[in-house]
């Protein structure tokens, strides 16, 4: 018999996370458990939501239509991809019942959906945006070789001239939408000399159309689309304006609408990159099942946590290694969940 919950935890953060529209101090997600052992996570966005109270009721609509199945199986992975649901609870139930298909038939998530191993991932971090002097000192300070600085506010030009005299890292920058075309014409081509390469979101979606133009001749720059960037449909609008697409499981529903996108993407010679929310590593499982699709990594979010909640998957600096155990999914610390169960 199978046996469906939907708990909710308050995890709290190393420090405050903060961007150009929204920030936290505590990250309030919802797991889905199957059998109480196999699990997937549901993490909404700080400014673009949804609610705690609304990924719950989505999720508890999709525990009532799984439990319709007298069994589950790969069909079932391919009938909640079906579902009236918000994408955040869909991806979570997906993940849920992907760990389920694996521990259940003692193969890997990524075979069962024919994917290559995960191998050679290497994700960025993520300084968040800050007084300039602190996240300065943070970049210089920080272990890992691959960083990604959050901009967006007044202060970011004061950022600049520092980025220079940083040595041995590779800087990434992500607007999250909050530049004006100006601004971000006049950043993308100060970044682009400053040796950035890879800029996320650089305005809101409603001014992708002029990403070639605000782009203009600073060669190796690519321009990758977040925001506004949850199916297929979005896709096929945009693609013609950006150089590479940032595939979140919350955003696109799982797993399955993941491997889609990045596929239709490597045809068109776009980008991928694997991208995540403020979550444990319950919820970047299934980004690091499909890693043999992208190219770029954004991986942090259980750095970002006082305390994974969940083994199996690794973090040796920028890289992320898969236990042998990793059958069946992330397995729950359950001496730390308990501390962080919420109402």
Known sequence: MIHLDAVKIAIPLKKKFVVSKGEATVKTNLL??????????????????????????EINKGIDLIKEDDKLSFETLERINQFDIHPTAKA?????????????????PWEILSLG??????????ISIDNPSDMIKAIKKSEYPIIKIKMGNEEDIMILDALE???GKEIRVDANGAW?????EEMISHLSKKGVKIIEQ??????????????GKSEGVELIMDEGLNSLDNYKQYHKYFDGINIKM???????????LAQQAHNDNKKVMLGCMVESSVGIAQSVYMSSQADYFDLDGPLLLENDIARGIQYNKETIDVDREIIGGPKLRREIVEKYITE
């Open 165 to 167: 005299h940083i040595k």
């Open 117 to 126: 191993s995960p191998v050679g991932i290497k994700s960025s971090m993520t």
């Open 32 to 57: 889905a458990i199957i059998n109480n052992r196999y699990n997937g996570e549901a993490s909404g966005s700080v400014h673009y939501g949804p609610s705690i109270d609304d990924i719950e009721t």
């Open 250 to 260: 919350e955003k696109s529903g799982g797993i399955l609408e993941g491997i889609k």
């Open 180 to 184: 004006s075309c100006s601004k971000a």
């Open 92 to 108: 979570a139930l997906i993940a849920a019942v992907l760990n389920y298909l694996s521990g259940e038939s003692k193969r890997y």
């Open 202 to 215: 650089p305005t809101d979606t409603e001014f992708i159309e002029e990403w070639p133009h605000l782009k």
